[in-house]
């Protein structure tokens, strides 16, 4: 699915490894919806354009829900799908800066994946949310979704989306100016991405190392590992990134006012981005070379690459870049004395700032527009703008805010802490239940062995009765017989000793 996370110097990286024509003649000949809806979402990865991936994504959701409210089967599976589809809308939106649209998709989906227990999508959806809070000043809020990201992705094992959540909260201890934790976090991240073998993530490790360096100062060491990051990007064959990456280089060399070095850089960024149709790339490639023609003194020039820079992100609806081009414009218009047209750039760049409702961009509006109000000796209105430029920082920096994150992450500590004992105590519960429920059967098979046992005594000692009683008659039977023979041989012996009697001896018949 498209999973949305921010990184500083870095858009959300497509996947191209489909052809989309052999994923439509796969769609066209799907028999099942199950097959089609899996066929969709990897066209929705492999299609870059923004106005071309949103047809299939559509495309997802209507038939997610059609199965869903026909009650097809599984129905999780079409759940999951509708989860993925509101989850690309929310990136989309947010793309656009439509930020209430944005947490009101991602919320859509965590809900689904919620009921469906799909712990990989809720870590998305919590890390997506937890960036849009983080756009929008709301540090504790992200730290506490970002958080509770990566706790489940730790639960599960899944140890390159926990480097991404890692990453994440650095990014955000970096906007923070904590400048060690970030640094910290980044290395943790950047270990088990290396442990792992995440070369994507790896590279854009490095790169935000990079970031860090630049900002200090030490401008040898962020082209190091910039040019670390461009090596791995140029290995894996991600022209996105590569291009990125020149960019990088290309402003560290502007710093140096090396204007010949940024604009070969940004140059062959600009060329990358064209071929693969990056309009948000080209957009910024152009504003980085409209600003070495202002490093030149051509203020004319660098209006031109302005323009265009504006240009593209009108296209393409990002509202976060238009609203940048337009303080650039607003600033250069300043600069050339054109203070009405200045103030209309300003006043749109503000417009748009309080539509996002991003901290950081209205800051940057109330900056410009105070420097307008001055030159036009609108002291009140300036100072108006100065208040709110001072506020929409501190809504950022201040310590009130650190301390709400801290009591934030504390208590979502606390709850998981809380969460993790009763789901230990409800495991010692299922355990004695089910230990209880052995000694039952043990105590039945018992009872059931030892009815058994004596049934099967009384069927031994009935037979052996029996046979006792058989044997009795039999010897009785025995008794008779021999008692009948023995009065027939005492018959017989009787009637020899009668015939014996009536025969007269030899003896008798010598003396006659």
């Not at 990989?120 to 959806?125: D, K, P, R």
């Not at 901290?359 to 420097?371: E, Q």
Request: aromatic fraction near 10%; charged fraction near 30%.
């Amino acid at each position: 699915m498209r999973k949305l996370i921010f990184i500083l110097f870095l858009f959300p990286l497509f996947v191209f490894g489909q052809n989309i024509d052999s994923l439509k003649l796969a769609l066209k000949n799907a028999k099942h919806d199950t097959t089609r809806c899996n066929i969709l979402n990897a066209m929705v990865e492999a299609e870059g354009n923004d106005k071309i991936w949103p047809k299939y994504n559509e495309q997802l959701k209507v038939l997610a829900e059609k199965n869903i409210a026909g009650k097809a089967e599984p129905k999780n599976f079409y759940l999951k799908q509708l989860a993925a589809a509101f989850n690309n809308i929310g990136y989309l939106a947010q793309k656009k800066g439509d930020i209430p649209k944005v947490l009101d998709y991602y919320n859509k989906s965590l809900k689904i994946r919620e009921e469906i227990g799909e712990k990989q999508g809720i870590a998305v959806a919590l890390h997506n949310i937890g960036n849009i809070y983080k756009d929008q000043g709301d540090i504790s809020m992200a730290i506490v979704c970002l958080s509770k990201s990566l706790k489940i992705r730790e639960e599960i094992g899944d140890k390159k989306e926990m480097a991404s959540s890692i990453y994440c909260l650095g990014i955000i201890y970096y906007d923070q100016g904590d400048i060690p934790r970030a640094l910290e976090y980044n290395s943790k991240s950047l270990k088990i991405q290396e442990e792992i073998g995440d070369k994507q993530g790896t590279a854009n490790s490095l790169n935000f190392i990079g970031v860090i360096y630049d900002d200090q100062g030490d401008i040898l060491k962020a082209i190091e590992y910039y040019n670390k990051s461009l090596k791995i990007q140029e290995e894996l064959g991600n022209k996105r990134g590569i291009a990125y990456s020149l960019n990088n280089i290309g402003n560290t060399y502007l710093k140096q006012n090396d204007t010949l070095k940024a604009l070969e850089y940004f140059g062959k960024s600009l060329k990358i981005r064209e071929g693969v149709g990056d309009k948000q790339g080209i957009a910024e490639s152009l504003n980085n070379i409209g600003i070495i023609y202002y490093a030149k003194g051509n203020l004319p020039k660098t209006l031109e690459y302005l323009y265009k820079s504006l240009k593209h992100s009108e296209e393409i609806g990002d509202k976060k870049g238009i609203g940048y081009y337009l303080d650039n414009i607003a600033n250069l218009k300043l600069k050339k004395g054109q203070i009405k047209e200045a103030l209309e750039f300003a006043n749109k760049e503000m417009e748009l700032a309080k539509e996002l409702g991003f901290p950081l961009s209205i800051g940057y509006s109330a900056r410009t527009l105070k420097k307008i109000f001055i030159n036009q000796n609108k002291y009140k209105d300036a100072f108006e703008m100065f208040e709110l430029e001072v506020k929409m920082r501190d809504s950022i920096n201040n310590e009130e805010t650190q301390k709400a994150a801290v009591k934030k992450q504390m208590q979502y500590e606390y709850e998981t802490q809380a969460r993790e004992l009763k789901n230990e105590q409800d495991k010692k519960d299922i355990i004695a239940k089910a230990e209880l429920q052995q000694r039952e059967k043990e105590r039945n098979y018992f009872i059931i062995g030892f009815a058994l046992v004596i049934v099967l005594a009384g069927f031994i000692f009935r037979s052996y009765r029996q046979k006792q009683k058989a044997n009795i008659l039999i010897a009785q039977q025995k008794h008779e017989v021999e008692e009948s023979k023995k009065e027939i041989l005492d018959s017989i012996h009787y009637a020899k000793r009668i015939q014996k009697a009536h025969l007269p001896t030899l003896n008798y018949i010598e003396r006659q």
